[in-house]
T-cell receptor
Framework: GAVVSQHPSRVICKSGTSVKIECRSL??????MFWYRQFPKKSLMLMAT?????????EQGVEKDKFLINHASLTLSTLTVTSAHPEDSSFYIC????????????????FGQGTRLTVV | AQKITQTQPGMFVQEKEAVTLDCTYD???????LFWYKQPSSGEMIFLIY??????QNATEGRYSLNFQKARKSANLVISASQLGDSAMYFC?????????????FGQGTELSVKP
């Protein structure tokens, strides 16, 4: 099956610094990727839709200046948490759909391994 | 608006027994897809099973089956012959026909614990 790789898997950073998380589709080209945030034992909350070659679409309540998304190529999307605060500590996970399998409702979403961010 | 509801925050099951995880949904789309994912403590999302809104038969994948009742808008996951490795969070998700780019909407999740 298709593979999505996310890096790093864990990161600890100091308050006020920025952290970049990468999401790569390894064996397909993804025009659209999705970024989710998850608190412990809670649901995955969609943060934004990353579109290759254009601006990301953010969900309501997500600060676009705080969570910068760049989809520079068909295989790479990055999420940068700027000026991180302890409340940004969370599990971030990306997903992508292989457009080669069609655009219907039944196409599987492939997820990265996730990144556990801790801001101290 | 689309919504997925999982009303069981936690479930226990004895090893080798079957367990049903509940999922109800709400959508105005005529065409939609329903997914179940397993998330172990490592955090990865593992795809389990898919049911399309126009599929007349319930989906099955090995020990996983989906009890799809369209009129009741429910898509319950049945795990047969539970194993210790089934202990994890389970998420029901939906993709609607008009969802931009195919995003998934997730339920709150159910934490399943399998007892030896």
């Amino acid at each position: 099956g298709a593979v999505v790789s996310q890096h790093p898997s864990r990161v600890i950073c100091k308050s006020g610094t920025s952290v970049k998380i990468e999401c790569r589709s390894l064996d397909f080209q993804a025009t659209t990727m999705f970024w989710y945030r998850q608190f412990p034992k809670k649901s995955l909350m969609l943060m934004a839709t990353s579109n290759e070659g254009s601006k990301a679409t953010y969900e309501q309540g997500v600060e676009k200046d705080k969570f910068l998304i760049n989809h520079a190529s068909l295989t790479l999307s990055t999420l940068t948490v700027t000026s991180a605060h302890p409340e940004d500590s969370s599990f971030y996970i990306c997903s992508a759909r292989n457009p080669g399998t069609g655009e219907g409702v039944n196409t599987e979403a492939f997820f990265g391994q996730g990144t556990r961010l801790t801001v101290v | 608006a689309q919504k997925i509801t999982q009303t069981q925050p936690g479930m226990f099951v004895q090893e080798k027994e079957a367990v049903t995880l509940d999922c109800t949904y709400d959508t105005s789309d005529q065409s939609y897809g329903l997914f179940w994912y397993k998330q172990p403590s490592s955090g990865e999302m593992i795809f389990l099973i898919y049911q399309g809104s126009y599929d007349e038969q319930n989906a099955t994948e090995g020990r996983y089956s989906l009890n799809f009742q369209k009129a009741r808008k429910s898509a319950n996951l049945v795990i047969s012959a539970s194993q210790l490795g089934d202990s994890a969070m389970y998420f029901c998700a939906m993709r609607g026909y008009y969802n931009q780019g195919g995003k998934l909407i997730f339920g709150q999740g159910t934490e399943l614990s399998v007892k030896p």
